[in-house]
């Protein structure tokens, strides 16, 4: 028999400003020691040199991770013009360059394509699974890696600043799966002049903004302490997609205990995704059928 995890039975949403040079699953770490949880897990991964926000999701709060991850999401980056690079980032080798340089309405007009629902490729060095083996230890090991292009829906991708004739800004909403790293490679190749991210970072994701994150530091100087518990977002807010559906307590009875159970009514259709409340608690996640909702999801009251 497995050990069990100690920790409290903490369930929410902590939003962190992730720093450069951290990466997504260290901050999971950290922010488990701090609040003493027992379950932690986190809603889109960062690169490690990547900033702004992750959503680290606490207890049962870890059961709505797939709708912050399916979530839109918003980024700025900042492009290098003129080079490109093994890894499509800053971190990596210049593989490539050119003395051209496009001017800020070709760059308007280059943006166009790359807009509502692109096909992309993944960066080479990337957490994409080939054969059960991560792409970039591949990449790595020196085999050249091959990967699929995967839909992207992009909604909006702007040109934010132009800092000097090498550098642009772009700002980026997109949905679920979106490498910001091959924006700017594609863009630089559209462009003919080659491009690899220079910074990038999140600006907000589903419900949750950079305005509402912690550092690092800030929960290092709250950790252990009730302080960092006022900072949780409830574990609803992770729902915020999904329309809610109201219960009475033998619905909630019934959905807890993993059968249908009733609800109001309400103007969701047959089929659709919804959430159960009662007294504003999440009860389950599940679909709506008839005066129903067929739990797919339960959460421990």
């Not at 992730?18 to 950290?30: D, E, H, I, L, R």
């Not at 990449?139 to 550098?167: F, K, M, N, Q, T």
């Not at 903004?209 to 609803?236: F, N, R, W």
């Amino acid at each position: 028999m497995g050990r069990k995890r100690k920790g409290r039975d903490i369930s929410g949403w902590l939003v962190v400003d992730k720093p450069a040079g951290m990466t997504s699953t260290a901050v999971v770490n950290k922010v488990r020691w701090a609040m003493d949880a027992k379950k932690a897990g986190h809603a889109g991964t960062l690169d490690p040199e990547a900033t702004g926000v992750l959503a680290v999701a606490l207890g049962e709060a870890t059961k709505t991770v797939p709708y912050i991850t399916d979530a839109l999401k918003a980024y700025t980056f900042t492009v290098r013009l003129g080079q490109a690079t093994n890894t499509d980032d800053a971190e990596g080798e210049v593989i490539a360059s050119s003395d051209a340089r496009p001017s800020d309405d070709d760059i308007k007009q280059a943006l166009t394509p790359f807009l509502g629902d692109i096909m992309q490729v993944p960066p080479k060095f990337s957490a994409v699974k080939i054969d059960g083996q991560r792409a970039y230890k591949l990449a790595r090991d020196g085999e050249d890696v091959e990967l699929s292009a995967r839909p992207l829906w992009v909604e909006e991708l702007i040109l934010v600043d132009r800092l000097d004739d090498d550098h642009v800004v772009l700002e980026m909403t997109c949905g679920k799966g979106g490498y910001v790293r091959s924006i700017a490679r594609d863009l630089g190749a559209a462009l003919g002049c080659h491009g690899h991210v220079k910074e990038l970072r999140r600006i907000w994701s589903g419900p949750f903004e950079v305005e509402d994150g912690l550092s690092v530091d800030q929960i290092d100087e709250m950790a252990k302490t009730e302080a960092l518990d006022d900072y949780l977002h409830p574990l609803e807010t992770g729902l915020a997609d999904l329309p809610e559906l109201k219960c009475t307590p033998e619905g909630a009875t019934r959905l807890r205990n993993g059968n249908p159970g009733m609800v109001l009514a309400s103007d969701v259709e047959y089929g659709d995704e919804a959430w159960a409340s009662l007294d504003g608690k999440a009860v389950a996640v599940g679909i709506y059928k008839s005066g129903e909702l067929h739990p797919s999801r339960v959460f421990v009251a």
